[in-house]
C-alpha cells in the first residue's frame, strides 16, 4: 500500500485466542458489523496540513437513505489497521447542521468526479449510479493512526481530515500507485463522470474547513466526579 | 465522569497483544457507530511516550467488577479472555455524543475513559444491563476476584495521569500543496 509500511508490535495470535474467536463468531451476533456492504477507496489529508495525504479504505453501511458510517482502514487485507471512522450525509442533512458544525464537514464532488473515489473490482457502468449519489453528500473524518508518519500504535490525538476539492491538491505518486494496483485510470473515469452534479444547493461556503485549517489539541481540566 | 454511556465493542486482534474495537449504541442493525477503542498489552502500554499514557486507561476495574462482559458466552469461555484484558490498557474516543440526544454526530471526538472504582458508574445504568442480559454483576465480581491487573500495577500516568483531559478545535492556516516544497520519494 502507499502508506508506511507498519509493523504492529506484539506477539503473534495465540492458539487460545483463535479458538475463543471461533466460539464467540459462532455465539455472538454482529448485526451492526453485518450491515457493512460497501468498499469504497479514497484519499484524506490531515485538516491542519494538506502536504500530509493518506489513502482511505472505507467500508460502509446505511444507516438509511440519507446517511452511512465507515470504517476507515489503511488497506483490504486482514490485517488492515482501523485507522479512522468517516459519516457521509445528505446535502438535506448537511444544510440542516448548525453553522457551527458545518466546517468539519468536507464535500465530496470534486473526489467523485475525479474519479479519485472509486469501488475496488466493482464494474465501473455499476458503480456510477452509486457515485452520482455521493458526489452530492458532505462527509465528516476523524483518524487516530497516524500511519503516514510511521506510528506502530495509534498515538496521539484524533486528527480531523478532509477531502480533496480540486486539481493539483493530490501527490502524484499516491494516485499513480492506486491506479497500478487497482487497474484504474482516473483519467477515463473522470471522463466518464463528467456528467455528474454536486450538491443541489451548490458546495456550501462553510464547508471543508470554511477555507482554513482545523487541528484538534488537548486540554486539561478539573473533572467533576459523579455526585 | 457524570456523562456515561452503554458501549458495545466489537473487537479485532491486530496479534495476540493489539486489539481494534467499533463502537456501537447497541446490538442491532440499526445501531450507531458511536465510537473506537485500541487496546494494549502491559509491555506494549509501558513503551509508549510519557505523554501519550494519559489518553489511555486501564481496565483492571471494569472487569474485576464484573461491568464489563461478554454477553451470550458461557462463563468459563469468557473469563479465560477476560484474565487477559484485565491486563490491559485502552484508548477510546466517541464521536457521537448519543446520550445528549444528537442525532448525527456533532462537534468533536471526546477521550473516553474507563471507570476506576466502586461509586463512579450510575447505579441506574447498571441495573439496566444486568435486567436486559441477564447477568449480576455481584456474582461475576465473585467469580472474577482472582483475576490479576498489569504485572507493574496500574501506571500512575494512565487514565488521563488523574487529571480531565479534554479535546478543543483550533483555526490555523492551511497552505496550499503547491507553496510547500516537496520531496519526491
Not at chain 1, 22 to 27: K, R
Not at chain 1, 165 to 187: I, M, P
Not at chain 2, 9 to 35: K, M, T
Request: aromatic letters at 8%; proline letters at 6%; hydrophobic letters at 35%.
Amino acid at each position: 500500500m502507499a502508506s508506511a509500511q507498519v509493523d504492529v508490535p506484539g506477539n503473534p495470535t495465540s492458539t487460545g485466542t483463535a479458538l475463543l474467536e471461533t466460539a464467540t463468531a459462532a455465539i455472538q451476533g454482529f448485526h451492526p458489523i453485518n450491515k457493512i456492504h460497501q468498499h469504497l477507496c479514497a484519499f484524506h489529508f490531515y485538516g491542519d496540513d494538506m502536504t500530509r495525504q493518506v489513502e482511505a479504505h472505507h467500508f460502509c453501511s446505511h444507516q438509511n437513505e440519507e446517511m452511512r458510517q465507515c470504517l476507515i482502514y489503511d488497506g483490504e487485507e486482514l490485517g488492515a489497521k482501523l485507522i479512522g471512522v468517516e459519516y457521509l450525509i445528505s446535502e438535506a442533512l448537511f444544510l440542516a447542521l448548525p453553522d457551527e458544525e458545518k466546517p468539519l464537514w468536507h464535500s465530496h464532488e470534486y473526489e467523485v468526479k475525479s474519479g479519485l473515489l472509486f469501488m475496488p473490482r466493482v464494474p465501473a457502468a455499476v458503480q456510477r449510479k452509486e457515485m452520482e449519489q455521493v458526489s452530492k453528500t458532505y462527509g465528516k473524518t476523524y483518524h487516530f493512526w497516524q500511519v503516514d508518519r510511521g506510528d506502530h500504535l495509534p498515538l496521539g490525538l484524533p486528527q480531523l481530515m478532509m477531502a480533496f476539492t480540486q486539481d493539483g491538491q493530490l501527490r502524484q505518486d499516491l494516485a499513480t500507485d492506486v491506479e497500478k494496483r487497482y487497474g484504474v485510470s482516473f483519467e477515463e473515469e473522470r471522463e466518464m463522470r463528467k456528467h455528474m452534479t454536486g450538491p443541489d444547493q451548490g458546495i456550501h461556503p462553510l464547508a471543508n474547513g470554511a477555507g482554513k485549517g482545523q487541528r484538534l489539541e488537548l486540554r486539561e481540566v478539573d473533572i467533576s466526579l459523579v455526585a | 465522569m457524570t456523562r456515561q454511556v452503554e458501549a458495545h465493542h466489537y473487537c479485532s486482534h491486530q496479534n495476540q497483544d493489539v486489539r481494534q474495537c467499533l463502537i456501537y449504541d447497541s446490538e442491532g442493525p440499526e445501531a450507531r457507530l458511536i465510537g473506537v477503542e485500541y487496546m494494549v498489552a502491559e509491555p506494549l502500554f509501558l513503551a509508549l511516550p510519557d505523554d501519550e499514557k494519559p489518553l489511555w486507561h486501564s481496565h483492571e476495574y471494569e472487569v474485576k467488577s464484573g461491568m464489563l462482559f461478554m454477553p451470550g458466552l458461557p462463563g468459563l469461555v469468557e473469563h479465560k479472555d477476560l484474565e487477559q484484558v484485565c491486563k490491559t490498557y485502552g484508548k477510546t474516543y466517541h464521536f457521537w455524543q448519543v446520550d445528549r440526544g444528537d442525532e448525527l454526530p456533532f462537534g468533536i471526538p471526546q477521550l473516553m475513559m474507563a471507570f476506576t472504582r466502586d461509586g463512579q458508574l450510575r447505579e441506574e445504568l447498571a441495573k439496566d444491563i444486568e435486567g436486559r442480559y441477564g447477568v449480576s454483576f455481584e456474582k461475576e465480581r465473585e467469580k472474577r476476584e482472582y483475576m490479576k491487573g498489569p504485572e507493574n500495577g496500574i501506571h500512575p500516568l494512565a487514565n488521563g495521569a488523574g487529571k480531565g483531559q479534554m479535546l478543543e478545535l483550533r483555526e490555523v492556516d492551511l497552505p496550499p500543496v503547491s507553496s510547500l516544497p516537496r520531496a519526491f520519494i
